[in-house]
């Protein structure tokens, strides 16, 4: 069973803990946090070994799932990709490009696997129609949440849009040409809301709306594609299939029927498929354990992880136009 260590024990860190205490692929082996009177409280709580030191931390474990405030994510995964660990880390995957690309670089020097915490991927109802949505051409969401002053040192793209960047990226394989986007501080130094549309080389076109400062929370996307609209409820945990295929010469009394100005007709028809139950935070960090296993490629990789940060920097660089 492989040993698992976490940096960091805020509100997510104890999460994190909590579940791999749980998990049947990783033996927890503690924690570290670097603020004491935290640390205590923490280890107290959740009964579990509290580490005096990172270093301390990565000597005896084989995973180090990195749950650092965003700033540190960088020191933390060269320190433990050093040593030869595998790293676990919440998105986004670090403060800068230049520090991506240099973790990339490095876990492949050392020979170790990372995993970005993009945790949409792992969401039941994303992961029920993901192989559904085939080549989409419009693309719209909106991630909406009530006010929270954690999150607000970072603008509303790499709190909140960063992980429909994510998704939308892991659909449309094709690259970005033209990035439009408009943000507003309303409360923090930086953008609370945004705008944005990303328009990709096969005619792809995204519209992404997030907001921090709203009423009510939202997670909604919305893909359509030939014969075919997708709509995924991240928050709601539910999806809708709606697809169009050949009328049939005799429809039946409940056949829904469409026909355009050239007579031609189109049945539509639901595809909803089941959604599981699950826990997408669990799923995963015990998707990694498997890959690390298996020696599989990560659901998440650390390029996909930079591939949404370099995204969001393109629309935070708009912003400033």
Known sequence: MLKIGVLGAGHLGKIH????????????????????????????????????????????VDVVDIVTPTLSHYDCAVQAIKAKKHIFLEKPIANTLEEANHIIELAKEYGVKG???????FNPAFKAVKDKINQPMFIETHRLAEFNPRGTDVPVVLDLMIHDIDAILSVVKSPIVNVHSNGT???????????????????????ITSSRISLKNMRKSRFFQKDAYISV?????????????????????????????EGVRKQIYFDNPTVPANNALLDELESFADAI???????????????????AYQIIDCFKK
Not at 186 to 206: K, Q, W
Not at 302 to 310: E, R, S, V
């Open 17 to 60: 803990i909590r579940l791999l205490m749980q998990s049947e692929k990783y033996e927890f082996v503690g924690f570290y946090d670097p603020i004491k009177e935290n640390a205590e409280k923490v280890a107290s709580e959740l009964n579990c070994r509290s580490f005096e030191s990172i270093d301390a931390l990565i000597q005896e």
């Open 115 to 121: 995993q970005v915490g993009h945790i949409e991927r």
């Open 185 to 207: 501080s309303v409360i923090s130094d930086s953008p609370d809301i945004a705008n944005v549309r990303l328009e990709f080389e096969n005619g792809c076109v995204a519209n």
């Open 233 to 261: 409820d991240y928050l709601e945990k539910t999806c809708e299939v709606v697809k169009m295929k050949e009328a049939p010469e005799t429809p039946g009394d409940f056949d829904l029927i469409l026909q355009n100005a």
């Open 293 to 311: 296993y298996n020696d599989t490629t990560p659901v998440v990789t650390l390029q996909d992880g930079t591939n949404a940060l370099k995204v």
